[in-house]
């Protein structure tokens, strides 16, 4: 028997109230025996095995230590027998005030839908002026195309009634405002004084 305590480790709490479990097949449902085992699964598994540590100097000094660390447990605080953990300390911390966890995600799941959709619309505008400047450029191109037509064919009209010898047929179409200018039937830019008077 003292060799058992001397040189075997203890069981942790947990497995063997599992093992107890099953072994007397207790009625009550298994969700029961998980909230049982969850319940001593943790900080009281830890609590207990530095109670049964073989060496006295890794055990609670005094009565005291093990009170205080119990208490730890029973305010969501953490406890000393377990090791320190940035994921531990967070959880307790978690678990001791939900409230305001739950509240600065929702805070920073709204900020982040925010900035998500505000990017998305940012990005939706800049593709509308984009597609917006195309079409004035390709309006303001299709015009250009038809003052040139339009000119083009005035000339060739002014052309012809030159050629007819119907010289008020030649300046009503030499003079029209197609473009902005006249222009005289040899090509040559005017301000209104066509080649044909």
Not at 38 to 65: F, P, Q, S, W
Not at 93 to 109: E, N
Request: net charge positive.
């Amino acid at each position: 028997m003292c060799h058992i305590i001397r040189e075997v480790d203890p069981q942790r709490p947990s497995s063997a109230l599992t093992k107890n479990l099953q072994r007397t097949r207790v009625r009550s449902p298994r969700l029961a025996w998980r909230e049982q085992v969850a319940a001593v699964r943790g900080d009281l598994d830890c609590i207990v095995m530095k109670c049964l540590e073989k060496d006295r100097t890794r055990r609670y000094e005094t009565a005291n230590g093990l009170a205080a660390d119990l208490q730890r447990h029973m305010d969501d605080e953490p406890v000393i027998a377990r090791p320190p953990s940035v994921r531990y300390r967070f959880f307790k911390a978690w678990q001791r005030h939900k409230l305001a966890f739950t509240a600065a995600g929702a805070v920073v799941a709204t900020l982040l839908l925010g900035i998500v959709m505000t990017t998305w619309q940012a990005i939706e505008a800049n593709h509308a002026r984009g597609a917006e400047k195309a079409q004035r450029l390709r309006a303001d191109a299709e015009k250009a195309d038809a003052r040139r037509l339009l000119y083009g064919a005035d000339m060739s009209l002014a052309q012809q009634a030159w050629e007819q010898s119907n010289i008020g047929g030649c300046n009503n179409y030499s003079k029209r405002p197609s473009s902005g200018r006249t222009v005289g039937l040899n090509g040559i830019t005017g301000n209104g004084n066509s080649i044909c008077h």
